[in-house]
Antibody
């Protein structure tokens, strides 16, 4: 079955760190662009970071220097290392796949999400 | 970078049709967009990609009741024969230089 399963969310204090994981099944993470998208509770979707199939990584401005996206081909997984967290990072974090070829501009598969709460 | 504008809410009756709109800013009016559906308490689901020429291609398993179209800078999602399960938030999405962009979403109520 083709699916994405996120894990690693939880409660963390301001200034703390958290590492999110996305376990991929049904396809190889090596051959697709992969992304993280977040959604503050009750609000809209916000793209966070992407990792291209060519190995390039890119981030929204508000997380640059704090978040690091990575892939591990052997475990067929995607990760998001989040440092210096603040209340504004509180959200459900979704793993998403970019489509094939030119369609890699769009997300064609989503996970169920993992909740990150930054609070003292 | 592109900006996508959506109406915050829409409503239609069970069994009727509804057309949701996503508007691209003038500098990106030829861009394609994707539509994603998010039912309550669930992750998003890809519905389709809609191109500037009005063509669209749908994701796996998306019913024929869902279709896409375009006019100028507007991209549309039409849902026919509305069902209660169509009550959801609908987001449009496109891309920019090293970023991805979402519209604010439209909450669809099925009456």
């Amino acid at each position: 079955e083709v699916q994405l399963v996120e894990s690693g969310g939880g409660l963390v204090q301001p200034g703390g760190s958290l590492r999110l994981s996305c376990a991929v099944s049904g396809f190889t993470v090596r051959t697709y662009d992969m992304h993280w998208v977040r959604q503050p509770v009750g609000e809209g979707l916000e793209w966070v970071s992407g990792f291209g199939s060519a190995g390039d990584a890119y981030y929204r401005d508000s997380v640059k220097g704090r978040f690091t996206i990575s892939k591990e081909n052997a475990k067929n997984s995607l990760y998001l290392q989040m440092n210096s967290l603040s209340a504004g990072d509180t959200a459900i974090y979704y793993c998403a796949r970019g489509g094939s070829g030119w369609q890699n501009r769009f997300f064609d598969l989503w996970g169920r999400g993992t909740l990150v709460t930054v609070s003292s | 970078q592109p900006v996508l504008t959506q109406s915050p809410s829409a409503s239609a009756s069970l069994g009727a049709s509804v057309k949701l709109t996503c508007t691209l800013d003038s500098g990106h009016s030829a861009y394609a967009i994707a539509w994603h559906q998010q039912q309550p308490e669930k992750g998003p689901r890809y519905l389709m990609t809609v191109y500037s020429d009005g063509s669209h291609n749908k994701g796996d398993g998306i019913p024929d009741r869902f279709s896409g179209s375009s006019s100028g800078a507007e991209r549309y999602l039409t849902i026919s024969r509305l069902q209660s399960g169509d009550e959801a938030d609908y987001y449009c999405q496109t891309w920019g230089t090293d970023i991805r962009v979402f519209g604010g979403g439209t909450k669809l109520s099925v009456l």
